[in-house]
């Protein structure tokens, strides 16, 4: 949808609406797949992120609900899978590149995987061999390159930010009251050459719908998905508090990666504590606990 897609500059926009037109669009989340090509079309566009499985929060005296959401969009695309890999007609795939299995949680390397032993042991026991063979020609050409780049126009997503959205909707009226960004505008968004002299506003983080929140009296408190480095702070990422009711940020203090779970509160001996857990990239995980200090 045009309406939908970046706009930072004429010459992005001009890029992205060109690119627009090598997907199937509709007006639903669910938009059924295709079998999409690299010399044809890409793939049909569906939902990316909306809500995921922290899920959101709830004030049961307001009757407000208050949600992380993605506004990401995704690619479903189908493909003919190679001889004997399956008795399924199609998998997940686009024609024209070489096959890739798409693995589950734990598929591929998890200690306990069902097919982790089984895999290991064919791999002692099978000399190297070529690749499986795909089910159709590969292209190597441009349109081969194109396909790769996914939706994303010079690096940059295609769809016009907010990425991520922290949002509070009225039960009792059925209406969204606010959203407002969650995270800082990422590293590769804010130093894009493509944007260089532009006041790019704070467009909020992608994985938004993967992190949870903790509702109190007044705030909703919840932190980034991702790690970025700005004049305000090194980089890490920010727990941040919103007012309840306007959703305007109020405070953020410094975390030194993503959180990975969402946050609790409890209180020691009359002292209010909020603990998170935190981890990502070469950042191992663990457990942080904010108070205000103690007189």
């Not at 500059?9 to 627009?20: K, N």
Request: with cysteine.
């Amino acid at each position: 949808m045009p309406d939908d897609l970046i706009d930072f500059t004429p010459e992005l926009r001009t890029q992205a609406i060109e690119r627009a037109k090598k997907y199937v669009w509709a007006a639903t989340p669910f938009n059924p797949a295709i079998l999409g090509h690299v010399n044809g079309m890409f793939g049909a566009i569906t939902v990316g992120t909306a809500t995921n499985w922290p899920g959101g929060g709830y004030d049961p005296e307001l009757h407000i609900a208050f949600i992380p959401a993605g506004n990401t969009a995704g690619v479903r695309t189908l493909v003919e899978p190679p001889r004997d890999f399956s008795d399924i007609r199609y998998v997940s795939g686009l024609g024209g590149q070489p096959f890739r299995e798409v693995l589950g949680p734990g598929d591929c390397c998890a200690a306990d995987a069902p097919r982790t032993a089984e895999r290991a042991r064919e791999a002692r026991a099978t000399p190297p061999a070529t690749a499986t063979p795909a089910a159709e020609p590969v292209s190597s050409s441009q349109a081969a390159i194109a396909a790769a780049a996914g939706l994303n126009v010079q690096g940059l997503p295609m769809i016009k930010p907010p990425y991520g959205v922290l949002a509070a909707v009225n039960l009792d009226r059925g209406e969204l009251m606010w959203q407002a960004p969650h995270g800082d505008t990422p590293d590769n968004i804010r130093n894009h050459p493509a944007l260089k002299g532009l006041n790019v506003p704070k467009t909020g983080q992608a994985g938004t719908s993967g992190v949870g929140l903790l509702v109190t009296k007044t705030l909703v408190v919840m932190g980034d998905p991702q790690v970025t480095t700005t004049p305000e702070h090194p980089r890490g990422a920010m727990l941040r508090a919103y007012d309840k009711a306007s959703g305007k940020q109020v405070g953020a203090v410094w975390m030194p990666a993503p959180q990975s779970g969402s946050p609790m509160t409890y209180s020691v001996d009359g002292r209010q504590f909020i603990v998170v857990a935190v981890s990502g990239g070469p950042y191992s995980g663990e457990y942080l606990a904010f108070s205000l200090p103690q007189n």
